[in-house]
């Protein structure tokens, strides 16, 4: 057939069903969640909502109370989950607060190899330049000599990034990646961070966040929680409503998008 269009269909990445993990009491609430390959999700929620329990629990921080989870078709209870992290890559404040003052930007990106934070091993050459090509990857090349308490905010974010894909990873999870930048600073990643999303060798993407502002145009999905459970999820435009967004935070919420930012008031 002439008009006949050409069907791909994507890579499953993540599919959660049915997920909870409970403390003192239910923190992630039967959530359940498929992430194809090459997606960019934002992931929506006012404080205590869960976003960053959901993500721990996911990355098996957290141990599920209930549900099942996998990661490029395996099973959470069937394979060893501390080696399927090394497909799950997280950029956080868990793992900044971990990294040593002293350690040089070139030890930290080579960790990511190894899954270990503060790495102490010797650094071949074969790792040196496989490091060094992802930093040149994600602009901070000239970083590599640099010690890890003297960059920024922003260039920490990008070398635990340039770490994160040094296992190659099908999905990253970035935990409030803006939290500690000043306004241009998170302008400047906000739009480092659209490029990203524009490279179709870059993996899935998740990103928990409070602030739309803070997702950039090119992302393509969005869930919204409240109370650990799922308010709306779906394609971007769906999902993150003023309806929705208005339950999430409990206030009358005007969502709004100029010029590929989204802009939130709150009435």
């Not at 994600?138 to 000599?145: N, S």
């Amino acid at each position: 057939m002439k008009n006949a269009k050409k069907i791909t269909s994507k890579r499953e990445i993540l599919n959660i069903r049915g997920l909870s993990f409970i403390a003192d009491r239910k923190i992630v609430d039967n959530i359940s969640w498929r992430v194809l390959e090459g997606e960019r999700w934002a992931l929506l929620g006012a404080n205590g909502a869960g976003k960053t329990s959901l993500i721990s629990t996911i990355c098996a921080y957290n141990t599920p109370s209930e549900g099942e989870m996998s990661v490029d078709g395996k099973k959470y209870t069937e394979y060893n989950w501390s080696k399927m992290r090394e497909r799950i890559a997280l950029v956080g404040s868990q793992l900044r607060r971990g990294i040593n003052r002293g350690e040089k930007v070139m030890e930290v990106v080579v960790s990511g190899k190894f899954a270990q934070i503060n790495y102490w091993g010797r650094i071949t050459r074969k790792l040196a330049k496989e490091a060094y090509a992802q930093m040149e990857r994600f602009g901070i090349g000239h970083l590599v000599d640099s010690d890890w308490f003297l960059i920024s905010q922003g260039e920490r974010q990008k070398v635990l990034l340039a770490r994160a894909m040094m296992l190659k990873p099908s999905v990253v999870f970035l935990d409030e990646p803006c939290s500690g930048l000043d306004p241009v600073a998170r302008r400047d990643f906000v739009k480092f961070l659209g490029g990203l999303c524009a490279d179709k060798n870059i993996p899935a993407i998740i990103m928990a966040t409070h602030y739309v502002e803070e997702i950039p145009p090119e992302f393509t999905h969005a869930m919204v929680i409240k109370d650990g459970a799922v308010l709306a999820q779906g394609k971007i435009g769906k999902a993150m409503t003023s309806e929705n967004l208005s339950l999430a935070y409990g206030a009358k919420c005007a969502l709004s998008k100029k010029r590929g930012r989204y802009r939130l008031e709150i009435e």
